[in-house]
């Protein structure tokens, strides 16, 4: 579809938020569609995990995003989804990619949310690629519980922050869970919750360095729990490292299920989101230093340039691997 | 896409003015790649015409729309785009036809809006093809000159009006044209316009009927006047005609570029929507006899069974001709 | 237009902020447009007050709001809107009166957004309608002038907060201005802004009693600064009085231009929203009193019972002389 006004920030690049809630309606539509192939109750596929996804070059508006989906693998009870999405601006004819994410979902009875179905397999054209995807099952399986224990951490209120600071750009936003942002099981969608967390997270790297802001990647997301229509989701985020020319953003998603009395406000999804700050010509800019004041501050902002400097290395190895091939 | 609680009415049906959104957003989209294939100037494809369209099955919430395009003629200054529509039960599998739309476009120059670029000709498979094609060329040409004098029609307002008469079931809305109405020249999408036209005939259709409504087909519109980013768009809608299961409603777009003291409002778009109602069951209920006052009124009316007997008899013709093959 | 299931609650009751939304774009083109009549320079009319709004009854999915806007006093530089909301069963035919609105708004250049331009006077049918017109204006005037000088309260975050105290259902949330939310000028539509009020006052008073809410009136609402597009904006509300059925809502805007380095924060806008809360049939229910602690938290309090029992005096005045006409 063609990118609008509205998909887009002030300098005119779509937020990456649009960008991931295509993604992740081409990848329902597709798990959907497959787990209900041949099957004797009817399922909706529910976003499980998405794995990190790097924003290779920006979007703009009157550009037409073009989203193909493949599903990849398939275990008992999820699918492996991988969508690329293209930009192509229609005037000149150019395309070039956006970005390439990888996507879990398992398919959820629509007679009982509760009731997680099997999956029919696919068939794989070569023995290794069933292999390889089986050891990316595993490492995602893994992952998903060790972000489910972290899970517990809290974003507290500043009063009268200095300028660059954690709790200077530190924001939230509340949302109400209207019809259209839910499956047919009445749940949110996975695509909605990330567009949100794109929104608070940009806030906070805007607000930072006061100047126009690009997602540049998002870390694996895993979408522990589900939100129901009518909840109201708190989603928070705060600044927790900063590279030369890039902003790291911890973004927590809360459900607040408050006119179901039995039922206590929880954590539905975390994630890291990686922002740079954009020149108006489109150049990276040097980005300001985080202040870190506690030690909770000093402990994150180290634990954010361990995360920096593996992404760094691994993007290099893949670049040496590429050179010589 | 997935179609949401916002795209249909309180039965669930999508909105005919959703799905003819869709259409015209891909026939857009190809005829502007098209036209700046290999180009020397930059072009937008401007909508100018959409040929009849029947909606031959209803689409529901929560199944996916395929919309496909494809280019089946030009003229030296025009393209003819057929879109066909399907919809996907994603739970199911099953898949139905929901539309076959032709619309024309024209390239207008990113530089100059005012100048009309030349189409760089497709191949046709068979010669055959060319010459259907410029045939239906010829046609929609002569048609958009006749519609382009009885353009000259208002709508009055009736006071205390009785049930079931024309002024008791007419109405209008107003809408100020926002940036995400827009093309890339600053002009309302046709697939806007033609959603808003659509959402006012339904409002006539159910004062009328107080039942359930669906779009059941839309008489060519020509787009004769462009609408600029700024302007209120004035949407008013009259019934004209009623059979025993359907209704004729004439919709009529008026644009007042307010701000701008040198421009008059003027008209600028007018079709007839057909409509029929729907029991609960998704069965066609019997409609109310429109009641005529005027000699105005009258004479609409036998237009309108006019245009109807016509749409029968080429239904008919086109059910023998496929009995036969 | 109809009214869609995103326009309302889970209830399926319109938003009390969607109305208000409506209302001002009706107020701002009727203005517009007779300010621009025969006028030597273009400009665009800015909302600068909406008078004490009650909202009579509920409006439901399905229906259609049918909205009327009149001129109905013009000084030198300002025009008074009345607009009038009724909501229509298409499927009964039944109508009701939703709201009647008073909104004042102020005519600004195009070329150059800090000038204020003259406004063409209306004829009145009678001496008295100027009269009566006039000391409406006189006394807006002066009330604007009063909240402009008590705008500098905030909001202060409350660590575990105790259930119905300010603290525990006090809210916020952060908008990123985008195009759509924009004029001609590229400043916020004051609809906008009431939409995302009432949005933040219904979060909070639902928090509070954990039921279905609906709006019942919004105080005189002065939009006393601009806010520009690209701004990020702050809405924040607290509780500051029940009574037996009602809660009082305060709400404050706060615009933060953090890509102009020369602008700090500022309060934009700030109101009054009363709530009700309503049984599954549609019933007023009792609300939970609000736990009042610090000495600011009980003179809001014993302020906004001031307000209650002055309407409530004018209610009942207004009901005498009705039963007495």
């Known amino acids: 579809r063609i990118m609008r006004p509205d998909d887009a920030n002030i300098a005119g690049n779509v937020h990456g938020g649009t960008i991931l809630k295509m993604i992740e309606e081409a990848g329902a539509i597709i798990s959907t569609r497959h787990c209900n192939f041949q099957a004797e109750e009817p399922c909706v596929a529910a976003l499980a995990r998405v794995e990190r996804t790097d924003f290779l070059s920006p979007m703009c508006i009157g550009e037409v995003a073009n989203v193909s989906a493949e599903i990849t693998y398939t275990s008992r009870h999820s699918v ?16 070039k990619v956006t970005n390439k994410a990888t996507l879990w979902y398992v398919p959820l009875s629509l007679k ?8 029919p397999p696919i068939q794989y054209a070569r023995k290794e690629q069933e292999d390889e995807g089986k050891k990316r099952y595993e490492e995602q ?14 974003i507290l209120p500043v009063i009268n922050p200095e300028p660059h600071t954690v709790g200077y750009s530190q924001s939230s936003l509340i ?45 694996a ?10 909840c109201v989701i708190t989603v928070s985020g705060r600044m927790t490292f900063t590279s030369n020319k890039s902003m790291e953003i911890e973004v927590f998603v809360d459900a607040d299920p408050f006119v ?22 489109g150049k990276p800019l040097p980005v300001p230093q985080l202040l870190t004041e506690t030690e909770d501050e000093k402990r994150r902002f180290e634990e954010g340039k361990g995360r920096y400097l593996q992404t760094k290395a691994r993007r290099q190895a893949q670049m040496q691997q590429a050179a010589q091939q």
């Open 175 to 219: 949302h109400l869970v209207g019809p259209s942002d839910c499956t047919l099981l009445g749940f949110v969608h996975g695509g909605v919750t990330m567009k949100l967390m794109d929104e608070v997270a940009g806030i906070v790297a805007a607000r930072h360095c006061k100047t126009n802001i690009v997602t540049a990647s998002v870390d």
């Open 260 to 281: 179901d009395a039995s039922r206590e406000r929880y954590r539905a999804v975390s994630a890291f989101f990686t922002y740079v700050s954009l020149s108006k010509e």
């Open 141 to 154: 399986k893994l992952d998903r519980l060790e972000t489910k224990q972290r899970n517990g951490d809290m």
């Open 221 to 230: 997301i895993n979408f522990h729990e589900k939100i129901k229509k009518g």
């Open 80 to 95: 492996e989804v991988q969508v690329n999405v293209m930009s192509e601006n229609i005037l000149t004819g150019a395309k």
């Open 112 to 119: 009982n949310v509760n009731k997680v179905l099997e999956v």
